[in-house]
C-alpha cells in the first residue's frame, strides 16, 4: 500500500475514506483501528471509484463498519463501486449493508492520508480474524467459506502472543 491508497477524512460525524488499487488486508489494519475508535457517527462514505479489488479482510471491515452504523442508526455509502466489487459484496450477502451512490463525496473532504505504518504480524492476524468473524456475523452462510480462514488466523494470533511474552 502506498501513502495515498488510503485517505481519511472526518468532520461533524461524517468520515470519507477513498480507496485507490487493491483494497487487501493492509488497507483493513487502518480502517479497523478507525472503526475501533467509532461510537456515534452520522455517516460513513467510502469512495471505491479508483479501487480495483478487494479481499475478504477489508470487506470484513467495511462490514464491521456497516454493523456499527446499523447500532448508532448511522449510513454507510460506497461511493462509485464498480460492478465486480458490487458482486464481491452481494456474494458475502453484506451488501445490504450499504447504500450504493455514484458522484462526489459532498462534503468535500480535507484528505489525510492513513498513518498506519507497517502494521505488526500480531495487529494483522488480529484484523484478519476479527474481519472474517464479522463477515460470518453479518451472513451466517459465510461460516462455511470462512471458518478454516478464522481457525487459522486465531493460531496465528495465540501463537504471536505467545512469542511476543518469550
Known sequence: MKENDLLISHRDGVYSVKVTGRANFEYAVPLRELA??????KCFRIDLGECVAMDSTFMGVLSMIGLKARRCNAQVELLNAGDTLKKLLRDLGV??????TTGSDPDAP??????AGKAD?????????????????ADSSNA???NQVIEFAKQDVERLKKEDNL
Open 36 to 41: 475501533k475508535t467509532l461510537s456515534e457517527f
Open 95 to 100: 451488501n445490504k449493508l450499504f447504500r450504493f
Open 110 to 115: 480535507q484528505w489525510n492520508p492513513a498513518t
Open 121 to 137: 504480524l500480531l495487529t494483522t492476524a488480529e484484523t484478519v480474524t476479527e474481519a472474517h468473524q464479522t463477515l460470518v456475523e
Open 144 to 146: 462455511e467459506k470462512f
